[in-house]
């Protein structure tokens, strides 16, 4: 059985993203020697307060100066009685665990191991010792000061974590943005994953994705509940994470150094979401209701309230309480509105030029350039999440233990986006180029056209995992096998789109000018332009009505078998394989009808005005950013439009290639195998492993051009491809403890991540995004994976006080990362593009690049500000510093010979001011990322012609910063109440520039506040 602990002064749930370490080791009879004892305190008696079991049991760590030992997961739920007066320790530890099914064991040291009974706890039960020559697997866990989690000190892999009440205490919206309080982790609000993701998604204002160390998630392992999850962005292996509320978690590990057990593609890291088992923290019911406020939706009149609700419910059942049943059901929904400001795409240019159309000599062409379009946003919408697991345990005897689980978790959003677009780079007659006279020439716009466009950017996301599964303990032997299935879905299901404009009525022969005010770009003239905006109502229809769905899945399914066998009492081997079968299927299908031989949503001729005699109005939304952004917005009835669409264009036509043309289905197949000895002398272990692992990959595309029938040598329609990778991964990791405050780590392990099935596919497809721009990708079945070379050295330091509130920890970890072939994220753009003589059209096949190198260091320390002044007693400042370099190589002529790699911020920082006092708790965080490359200034034709590229027109995205508070008060009983307030300072949520350090063509979101209470009641 797997034994945790907590030492004096150690309490897991008061730190805001503290590291956590975790080993498995075999347990010789004489294990409690091991623990080092803290110094005893000096008290008359003992005095606790009711509160749950958990902290309860720190109290008295911290009263007696005894370890205590448990696993988290065995005092979910319980709650102590009041303790007064009481001077013995063991009668006062006997006192809070009665009623929890807990027994506990006394080490040689004085260290107390709590552990489930397997009989009720009426019994009593004496102190117990392993069984001659069994040595049972366990997680030891011991910590040396205030905030220390489960198996921090003692554990060989490094591994960060966010505990249960961590993630319901912080302000954060989606779990990704939870994920942010750990060293390292840079939270993304939005991907390149063409319809799922750009500057519509990251509206939002909420984190989307998690980046690892400068490396993006498709090169991360997720795992929910011990199953590593489906992957069903249609363009990467990335998962999204803004789909799970943090609420419905009972915790996250972020291992940074994997052993051979682990997945061969986790070269970023892994991330394990977990759900706690039904025979774990005794029997319990969990309630907690929230009520959440969006305030830019509230300051503009619009729809802005919503709340979640979860319940937690475990039973145990049988004499000695052998069976569990353990179910958990959310659902939650959340309003948001934001102000977004973006740029047309391919519509800015270089101001000054030569003959050839470049930027003079010795000048950085990014602060060359000139934007020939604005388009002020305004968006809103709601986003409802609901999910749950299940899960049952069975646990007849120590050595045996059954279970089934089943989880599963959606995301559903409505989203409507506005736009008022001024467009004066629209095509190469917008532009004249002016001679200087000195042998340089100045681009202008001499065209203003003015645009108004909706459009719906809805999505849903679904991921689940099923599992059933057993461990068998026979002697010195374990067994673990295990089967599984996992699915994942991403869709866009009714995106619908119209827009209001017209190449001679809503087009004005003066150019675009553009000034700027309080950081935003803005419209100066001509006026001519602005008051067309202005009467916004008289803009004659163009688009009348547009209809994309994409949908992407994928289903895995698998088994695995896992096994340890204790060889003598310092040498444990660990092997096991794993096989696994996934399908994916995607498709995206996009249909203007006017123009395949439908009518549209309405008549040819219709403005924006008569809208209102359709049934089409929704409203009208004046300045969405009073002072900059004024105009009037009409809002349009996104259901009724689709109705009216359907309707209408009952005669609209698919041809072959409109329909399968963006068509991708296949298998991969994947077999692993892995061995490690663990290897343990007194306090040095030492874990030698290797893995190996096959993936067959297999696609279906279509080929598009002929409508299916072969021509000209070319087979157009249906084909075939097979990509194959085998790798060899070698994994070495090492612990050193010579005290128990002080433990030192290194670890070198390979890493192989292969292509994405959409990168790898063969297929030729064209997708046009709402700009107008064709792009056309091709997939490459020769690419090679990414083979990666990763080295981490860490030191941990703890230290305790003379009184509570004086105990400190410090860790620093340094880390190398080489990747081979490197392959960088695109997108639905793939890898590379190369222009074409259409400013309309691209061209992009993926191809590998050369290495990427990742060096870097992160610290993290949690400090009791009581030795700065006894007054400070119940303050805890904690906080995390991450430093990285990146270099990449992307054998790409358009770019420069090195580059910095993607989502890879040279800084990031979190700090968190925490009071703690009774039953009141209150915290201050705040968190700052440093900018980061977000796409690469690859090959494109401009709107006025020009092709433009070069590393110094990468898009980079601006340093971010958030202020959330939370106040939380226990009231007893098992009610407690929260409030939060997130981006209290009301940053940015997202801003952009091309070049680093450009302000002419940037991208803005401007999302406001959001304010939560909650109300947890636990019986």
């Known amino acids: 059985m797997g034994i945790t602990g907590l030492a004096a002064g150690g309490d897991p749930s008061r730190r805001p993203g503290h590291r956590r370490l975790a080993v498995s080791c075999a347990l010789l009879p004489g294990l409690t020697g091991m623990v080092a004892t803290a110094p005893a305190a000096a008290h008359a008696a003992y005095t606790i307060t009711e509160q749950p079991l958990g902290s309860a049991l720190l109290e008295l760590a911290r009263q007696s100066g005894r370890d205590v030992l448990f696993r988290p997961e065995l005092v979910h739920g319980c709650r102590t009685a009041p303790l007064s007066g009481e001077t013995d320790f063991e009668t006062a530890l006997a006192h809070m665990i009665s009623g929890c099914h807990l027994r506990y064991r006394l080490g040689d040291g004085g260290a107390i191991e709590l552990e489930r009974a397997p009989v009720p706890a009426t019994v009593a039960i004496p102190a117990l010792a392993p069984a001659p020559g069994q040595l049972p697997e366990v997680l030891i866990v011991r910590a040396a000061h205030h905030d220390t989690p489960p198996g921090e000190i003692t554990a060989t892999a490094l591994t960060d974590s966010l505990t249960a009440t961590e993630l319901r205490e912080?302000?954060?919206?989606?779990?990704?943005?939870?994920?942010?309080?750990?060293?390292?982790?840079?939270?993304?609000?939005?991907?390149?994953?063409?319809?799922?993701?750009?500057?519509?998604?990251?509206?939002?204002?909420?984190?989307?994705?998690?980046?690892?160390?400068?490396?993006?998630?498709?090169?991360?392992?997720?795992?929910?509940?011990?199953?590593?999850?489906?992957?069903?962005?249609?363009?990467?292996?990335?998962?999204?994470?803004?789909?799970?509320?943090?609420?419905?978690?009972?915790?996250?590990?972020?291992?940074?150094?994997?052993d051979a057990h682990d997945d061969g593609d986790a070269t970023a890291g892994q991330f394990d979401l977990r759900l706690a088992s039904a025979l774990e923290g005794g029997e319990h019911t969990r309630l907690l209701v929230q009520g959440n406020l969006d305030e830019r939706s509230a300051s503009l009149g619009r729809p802005s309230g919503g709340g979640m609700a979860i319940a937690d419910i475990s039973r145990q059942f049988g004499r000695d309480h052998t069976l569990g049943l353990s179910v958990t059901g959310y659902y939650g929904r959340n309003r948001f509105a934001s102000v977004e400001q973006s740029y047309q795409t391919t519509q800015f240019e270089y101001r000054l030029v030569d003959a050839s159309g470049k930027p003079p000599a010795g000048m950085d062409p990014a602060r060359d350039l000139m934007a020939t379009s604005l388009n002020v946003q305004y968006s809103e919408g709601e986003t409802r999440r609901w999910g749950g697991s299940l899960a049952g345990d069975w646990q007849p005897s120590d050595t045996f233990h059954a279970f089934a689980h089943v989880t599963v978790a959606t995301a559903d959003t409505d989203q409507e986006v506005y736009q008022m677009g001024f467009q004066g780079g629209r095509d190469p007659s917008f532009i004249s180029r002016v001679a200087l006279g000195n042998g340089l020439y100045e681009n202008r716009s001499v065209k203003t056209q003015v645009h108004y466009w909706f459009e719906t950017n809805p999505d849903t996301a679904t991921l689940g995992t099923?599992?059933?599964?057993?461990?068998?303990?026979?002697?010195?032997?374990?067994?673990?096998?295990?089967?599984?299935?996992?699915?994942?879905?991403?869709?866009?299901?009714q995106h619908i789109e119209m827009s209001f404009w017209n190449p001679v009525a809503t087009t004005v022969n003066q150019g675009l000018s553009l000034g700027r005010q309080d950081g935003y770009p803005v419209v100066a003239g001509p006026s001519a332009a602005l008051a067309m905006a202005d009467g916004v109502e008289n803009l004659p229809v163009s688009n009348r009505g547009q209809i994309t769905s994409l949908s992407s899945r994928q289903d895995r399914i698998g088994g695995a078998l896992d096994g340890k066998l204790a060889l003598s009492a310092d040498a444990t081997l660990e092997a096991g394989v794993k096989i696994t079968d996934s399908q994916r299927d995607s498709y995206r299908r996009d249909q203007e009808g006017q123009l395949v031989g439908g009518q549209g949503a309405v008549d040819a001729g219709s403005t924006v005005a008569s809208l209102a005699a359709a049934g089409l109005r929704a409203g009208t939304l004046t300045a969405p950013l009073a002072g900059i952004y004024d105009f009037t917005f009409p809002l349009i009835n996104a259901d009724r439009l689709a109705q009216l669409y359907r309707q209408r264009d009952g005669g609209a036509t698919w041809t072959a290639d409109a329909w399968n043309g963006n068509t991708l289905s296949g298998g991969e197949r994947r077999v692993a195998a892995y061995g490690q000895v663990r290897?343990?002398?007194?306090?040095?272990?030492?874990?030698?492993?290797?893995?190996?692992?096959?993936?067959?990959?297999t696609n279906r595309y279509w080929l598009s051009g002929g409508n299916g029938a072969p021509a000209g040598g070319v087979h157009y329609g249906w084909n075939d491809s097979n990509s194959q990778f085998t790798a060899l991964l070698p994994r070495l990791l090492a612990k050193w403890q010579p005290d128990p405050q002080l433990t030192y780590r290194a670890a070198v392990w390979t890493s192989q991540t292969a292509p994405s099935p959409y990168q790898l596919a063969g297929n030729a497809t064209a997708t046009q995004d709402s700009d107008g721009v064709l792009t056309i990708t091709r997939g490459n079945p020769d690419l090679k994976a990414v083979d990666g070379l990763n080295f981490d050295l860490s030191g941990a330091w703890a230290w305790t006080g003379q009184a509570a509130g004086e105990d400190g920890r410090l860790e620093l970890a340094v880390f190398r990362k080489r990747l081979k072939n490197y392959l960088y994220d695109a997108g639905g753009s793939l890898a590379t593009?190369?222009?074409?003589?259409?400013?309309?059209?691209?061209?992009?096949?993926?191809?590998?690049?050369?290495t990427a190198r990742l060096t870097g260091a992160e610290l993290s320390l949690d400090q009791g500000l009581a030795t700065v002044a006894d007054a400070l007693s119940d303050f805890r400042l904690a906080g995390t510093l991450s430093w990285e370099t990146t270099s990449v190589r992307l054998n790409n002529a358009d770019l420069n010979a090195v580059e910095r790699v993607q989502y890879a911020p040279r800084w990031l920082a979190g700090v968190q001011l925490r009071y703690d006092r009774g039953p009141l708790h209150l915290a201050m965080d705040y968190r700052w990322a440093?900018?980061?490359?977000?796409?690469?200034?690859?090959?494109?034709?401009?709107?006025?012609?020009?092709?433009?590229a070069g590393s110094a027109l990468d898009t980079w995205v601006h340093p971010t910063r958030r202020l959330d508070l939370s106040a939380g008060y226990d009231a007893g009983g098992g009610l407690s109440a929260r409030l939060t307030v997130r981006n209290l300072g009301d940053a940015l949520a997202y801003r952009t520039s091309v070049g680093r350090h450009g302000d002419a063509v940037v991208q803005t979101i401007s999302a406001g506040r959001s304010f939560e209470l909650s109300l947890q009641q636990e019986f």
């Not at 343990?680 to 993936?695: C, I, N």
Request: proline share 5%; hydrophobic share 40%; net charge negative.
């Open 930 to 948: 440093d900018d980061y490359v977000q796409s690469y200034g690859t090959a494109f034709v401009s709107g006025g012609g020009t092709t433009m």
């Open 466 to 493: 099923a599992q059933v599964g057993a461990d068998w303990h026979a002697g010195a032997l374990t067994l673990a096998p295990r089967l599984f299935y996992t699915w994942g879905e991403n869709g866009r299901p």
């Open 170 to 258: 912080r302000a954060d919206r989606t779990l990704a943005e939870g994920l942010g309080r750990l060293a390292g982790v840079n939270v993304l609000v939005t991907s390149l994953q063409g319809d799922l993701g750009g500057i519509d998604r990251a509206a939002r204002g909420e984190g989307q994705f998690a980046a690892v160390r400068g490396l993006d998630s498709a090169y991360a392992v997720t795992r929910l509940d011990g199953v590593s999850v489906a992957q069903s962005m249609p363009y990467s292996r990335a998962v999204q994470l803004s789909l799970l509320p943090p609420l419905a978690m009972d915790g996250v590990e972020l291992t940074k150094t994997p």
């Open 833 to 850: 593009g190369s222009a074409t003589n259409d400013a309309q059209v691209r061209l992009s096949i993926p191809t590998n690049g050369g």
């Open 679 to 697: 290897l343990t002398w007194d306090d040095f272990v030492l874990l030698p492993g290797f893995r190996a692992e096959f993936s067959d990959l």
